[in-house]
């Protein structure tokens, strides 16, 4: 494919879905990853997008777009093992905990499926999935409606089951974190199942890679405060990390 065609086939999907991967335009344009980046870098002088670690995003669409499950997995994937590394302290022999629907804390269900003596609840399809071939861990699938293409469930059989839980940590996926506003969501669906898990475990920890620092979503979860920590990439920008630990957060880099 010529790079004309290239060019204009990545303006399209950034046109349709705000956000594309180097992975995902590698397949559909059967290029090479180096090819793709030079296009992307291009389209970026040209003020038409801007490149993130995996991909780029179409100028402007950062607090307007949600991207799927696939898409968002395909970006900072090497970041996000490492936070789910790093959460695997705060989990001991015996523990409940509540898993939050999310591709980081997906990377921490596929590590949580080698443990032993575990109680674990989620609300995301993926990690069930991956927990459930350990005989080990005793798995909780907060069962309501199913979110197309982010294979979450939510809704009223999800929070009836989150109220009924007493666990000792949640792991909270957000899509975006603001130092004034705290952790923001695209999802109302979502929104309540998030709140309901901070309300129902000893502590919460958020797990989220640095791209999430740069952006808005469109509604409030909770304010910082109401979390115990932040589980993030070394690539977070200092000023911020400085800004959250005068707050008093407790932010983790790996």
């Known amino acids: 494919m010529i790079r004309e065609q290239r060019i204009e086939l990545i303006r399209q999907e950034l046109k349709g879905r705000g956000i594309v991967s180097v992975a995902e335009l590698t397949k559909t344009l059967s290029s090479s990853r180096s090819t793709i980046r030079r296009d992307l870098f291009e389209l970026e002088e040209q003020k038409e997008l801007k490149c993130i670690r995996g991909g780029a995003v179409a100028q402007g669409k950062q607090a307007a777009y949600e991207p799927s499950f696939e898409m968002r997995q395909d970006l900072f994937v090497e970041e996000k093992r490492r936070i789910a ?49 350990n005989p080990d861990i005793s798995v909780i699938v907060l069962g309501g409606s199913i979110r197309t293409s982010h294979y979450s469930m939510n809704g009223f059989f999800t929070e009836e089951m989150i109220q009924q839980i007493h666990a ?87």
């Open 85 to 133: 590394e790093r959460a695997l302290e705060f989990i001991c022999e015996n523990s409940t905990v509540l898993l939050d629907s999310g591709t980081t804390t997906y990377e921490l269900a596929k590590l949580l499926a080698g443990r032993k003596h575990m109680y674990i609840a989620t609300n995301d399809l993926k990690s069930a999935m991956s927990l459930s071939v």
């Open 168 to 254: 000792d940590t949640t792991f909270l996926s957000v899509d975006a974190v603001d130092l004034d506003a705290g952790l923001m969501g695209f999802s109302m669906e979502e929104i309540a199942s998030k709140r309901l898990m901070i309300r129902s475990s000893q502590r919460t920890i958020v797990l989220c890679d640095h791209s999430k620092f740069d952006s808005v979503a469109f509604v409030n979860i909770c304010p910082l405060r109401e979390i115990d920590g932040i589980i993030t990439g070394k690539e977070i920008d200092p000023a911020v990390l400085s800004k959250l630990e005068e707050q008093g957060i407790m932010v983790l880099t790996v």
